[in-house]
């Protein structure tokens, strides 16, 4: 820098002494970087296929729609591939669907400038009126480890019973198809199998840990929607799925499952944003409260609730069912102290089980808009969301409950990994190891993506899913794992990477 000073300087003063110098200078020139070829080192893309579950459809904002889809991950890898990729595109940018003409599923969300909110707008796509023709993208919404190798999966009579998935109904090529038998119809060349597993412990927390480890159980048959799936389950799916996928010679990319309770939608609640006054704090306290801290107090359990304060950020009230029940005790001891029977049975019910939330509590995004609305057949005061009334286990993840979500992916990950290394056909792309980076700050070109909800831009507005600029990301990590096992150049080759500002972080409500 100081060279450039001194050299301005020197230029100033010539200036100074003699006016009839020319000051035009001619313009320095950037000098071109030199133009890198790219070179595949022999990998085939002719048949291209992406099998997985939301992310590989492009899912954003809560939906699937036309501009998601041609910014999801697979699409962006075709195009540089420079190979023809088929997606079962909706009908149009609204998202959502409809089945004999009801809808299903809502449309997708936009921002309106305080948060995320719904387009108001009717969806248009027919799950009863099939996509014709050979397909690329087996992206599947909502689809566990074991759906994709299930009769029935894309059958649509099945679709309004639970049976089976809409989104494959659309495209499934009969009514006992699998999604496997049909990618695997297309004679893939090159895969990418991601999120396998994703689903497999998503519903359990989007349920707010009210579903059940499956851990044990070998008989997804008789798992619910929110049950967390066996990882021998998981394991034997898996790895008979990459068997299938390279038995032809095909090359492709795995990747691992996140801890997906880092994702936005699991992280933006706070587990203390109770805002109350001197007067409110003080009455719920001599009223409720603190009769009830008093008796846990007397059964040895002084620190399950607190004394409310008048501040900005009291804590969230939640039912632990991990807790012992002390709710006869409770309505006992109120009735002694002369609470009337009703009121102290109530109290007893509300609170046996119930503690304030800690820093290791997670809850889940849509409880934002239930803190403090009244709970419907409960009497004031006892009625208040979160405050006089426990949060019901749909809201929160304990601790618990985290750590069932966790045990399970890491064991999903442990044959992920497995499998990669005992086959040589597949390279492994580390998307855990991703969105762990994002929760401070990940480089993408001049930006840095971060998992807060909206203003992070890798996080969409659902909290859940991807922007399409987190899906560019996507992309070039995987181009970058293909690079490190098969010799490609896509991270050194000109324009071999996707670039950020081609890929939105969010989408306006006039697209439809």
């Given at each position: 820098?100081?060279?450039?000073?001194?050299?301005?300087?020197?230029?100033?003063?010539?200036?100074?002494?003699?006016?009839?110098?020319?000051?035009?200078?001619?313009?320095?020139?950037?000098?071109?970087?030199?133009?890198?070829?790219?070179?595949?080192?022999?990998?085939?893309?002719?048949?291209?296929?992406?099998?997985?579950?939301?992310?590989?459809?492009?899912?954003?904002?809560?939906?699937?729609?036309?501009?998601?889809?041609?910014?999801?991950?697979?699409?962006?890898?075709?195009?540089?591939?420079?190979?023809?990729?088929?997606?079962?595109?909706?009908?149009?940018?609204?998202?959502?669907?409809?089945?004999?003409?009801?809808?299903?599923?809502?449309?997708?969300?936009?921002?309106?400038?305080?948060?995320?909110?719904?387009?108001?707008?009717?969806?248009?796509?027919?799950?009863?009126?099939?996509?014709?023709?050979?397909?690329?993208?087996?992206?599947?919404?909502?689809?566990?480890?074991?759906?994709?190798?299930?009769?029935?999966?894309?059958?649509?009579?099945?679709?309004?019973?639970?049976l089976a998935n809409p989104y494959f109904a659309r495209m499934a090529s009969s009514s006992t198809a699998t999604v496997l038998g049909d990618a695997m119809a297309q004679n893939p060349t090159f895969f990418t199998l991601s999120e396998i597993g994703g689903n497999d412990v998503l519903g359990y927390a989007l349920s707010g840990g009210s579903g059940v480890d499956q851990t044990g159980n070998l008989n997804p048959a008789t798992y619910g929607s929110s049950d967390i799936t066996d990882p021998n389950v998981f394991a034997s799916v898996f790895s008979n799925m990459v068997t299938a996928l390279t038995s032809g010679g095909a090359k492709g990319v795995i990747a691992n499952v996140p801890y997906i309770t880092n994702l936005a939608h699991f992280i933006t609640?706070?587990?203390?944003?109770?805002?109350?006054?001197?007067?409110?704090?003080?009455?719920?306290?001599?009223?409720?409260?603190?009769?009830?801290?008093?008796?846990?107090?007397?059964?040895?359990?002084?620190?399950?609730?607190?004394?409310?304060?008048?501040?900005?950020?009291?804590?969230?009230?939640?039912?632990?069912?991990?807790?012992?029940?002390?709710?006869?005790?409770?309505?006992?001891?109120?009735?002694?102290?002369?609470?009337?029977?009703?009121?102290?049975?109530?109290?007893?019910?509300?609170?046996?089980?119930?503690?304030?939330?800690?820093?290791?509590?997670?809850?889940?995004?849509?409880?934002?808009?239930?803190?403090?609305?009244?709970?419907?057949g409960i009497p004031a005061p006892f009625n208040t969301v979160g405050v006089t009334y426990p949060l019901e286990d749909k809201w929160a993840i304990t601790p618990e409950e985290q750590l069932a979500i966790k045990t399970a992916t890491d064991a999903y990950n442990t044959t992920i990994a497995a499998v990669a290394s005992a086959n040589p056909n597949v390279a492994l792309v580390d998307f855990k190891g991703l969105l762990e980076q994002s929760a401070t700050g990940i480089a993408f070109d001049q930006y840095t993506l971060t998992t807060s909800l909206v203003t992070g831009g890798l996080i969409s507005l659902d909290g859940v899913h991807l922007t399409g600029r987190g899906y560019a990301l996507m992309a070039n990590k995987i181009m970058a794992a293909m690079d490190t096992k098969f010799g490609s150049n896509f991270t050194t080759a000109t324009n071999g990477l996707a670039k950020a500002d081609d890929h939105p972080t969010n989408y306006s409500p006039a697209l439809r």
């Amino acid at each position: 820098m100081k060279n450039y000073k001194y050299i301005g300087l020197f230029l100033l003063s010539l200036g100074v002494i003699s006016c009839d110098v020319n000051n035009d200078l001619d313009p320095i020139l950037e000098e071109a970087a030199p133009v890198v070829q790219l070179n595949t080192n022999g990998l085939d893309f002719s048949s291209y296929v992406s099998i997985g579950a939301s992310f590989t459809a492009g899912f954003t904002d809560n939906a699937l729609f036309i501009k998601g889809q041609e910014n999801s991950f697979p699409n962006i890898l075709a195009g540089k591939f420079g190979t023809d990729f088929s997606q079962p595109l909706m009908n149009d940018n609204i998202g959502g669907l409809l089945f004999g003409g009801n809808v299903i599923q809502g449309p997708r969300l936009y921002f309106n400038g305080a948060g995320p909110t719904s387009l108001q707008a009717t969806p248009t796509t027919e799950v009863t009126n099939s996509v014709s023709g050979n397909l690329n993208n087996f992206g599947i919404p909502g689809a566990k480890s074991f759906h994709f190798v299930a009769e029935g999966y894309g059958n649509v009579q099945g679709v309004p019973l639970g049976l089976a998935n809409p989104y494959f109904a659309r495209m499934a090529s009969s009514s006992t198809a699998t999604v496997l038998g049909d990618a695997m119809a297309q004679n893939p060349t090159f895969f990418t199998l991601s999120e396998i597993g994703g689903n497999d412990v998503l519903g359990y927390a989007l349920s707010g840990g009210s579903g059940v480890d499956q851990t044990g159980n070998l008989n997804p048959a008789t798992y619910g929607s929110s049950d967390i799936t066996d990882p021998n389950v998981f394991a034997s799916v898996f790895s008979n799925m990459v068997t299938a996928l390279t038995s032809g010679g095909a090359k492709g990319v795995i990747a691992n499952v996140p801890y997906i309770t880092n994702l936005a939608h699991f992280i933006t609640v706070p587990y203390n944003p109770v805002p109350l006054d001197s007067g409110t704090a003080a009455q719920l306290n001599s009223q409720l409260l603190g009769p009830v801290i008093q008796i846990l107090t007397a059964l040895g359990q002084p620190d399950r609730i607190a004394l409310l304060e008048a501040s900005s950020s009291n804590k969230l009230l939640l039912r632990d069912e991990n807790l012992v029940d002390f709710s006869a005790q409770i309505s006992g001891a109120l009735q002694q102290a002369g609470v009337p029977a009703a009121q102290a049975q109530l109290m007893g019910s509300l609170y046996g089980q119930a503690r304030h939330a800690t820093s290791a509590d997670l809850f889940v995004l849509p409880l934002s808009s239930a803190i403090g609305t009244a709970q419907p057949g409960i009497p004031a005061p006892f009625n208040t969301v979160g405050v006089t009334y426990p949060l019901e286990d749909k809201w929160a993840i304990t601790p618990e409950e985290q750590l069932a979500i966790k045990t399970a992916t890491d064991a999903y990950n442990t044959t992920i990994a497995a499998v990669a290394s005992a086959n040589p056909n597949v390279a492994l792309v580390d998307f855990k190891g991703l969105l762990e980076q994002s929760a401070t700050g990940i480089a993408f070109d001049q930006y840095t993506l971060t998992t807060s909800l909206v203003t992070g831009g890798l996080i969409s507005l659902d909290g859940v899913h991807l922007t399409g600029r987190g899906y560019a990301l996507m992309a070039n990590k995987i181009m970058a794992a293909m690079d490190t096992k098969f010799g490609s150049n896509f991270t050194t080759a000109t324009n071999g990477l996707a670039k950020a500002d081609d890929h939105p972080t969010n989408y306006s409500p006039a697209l439809r």
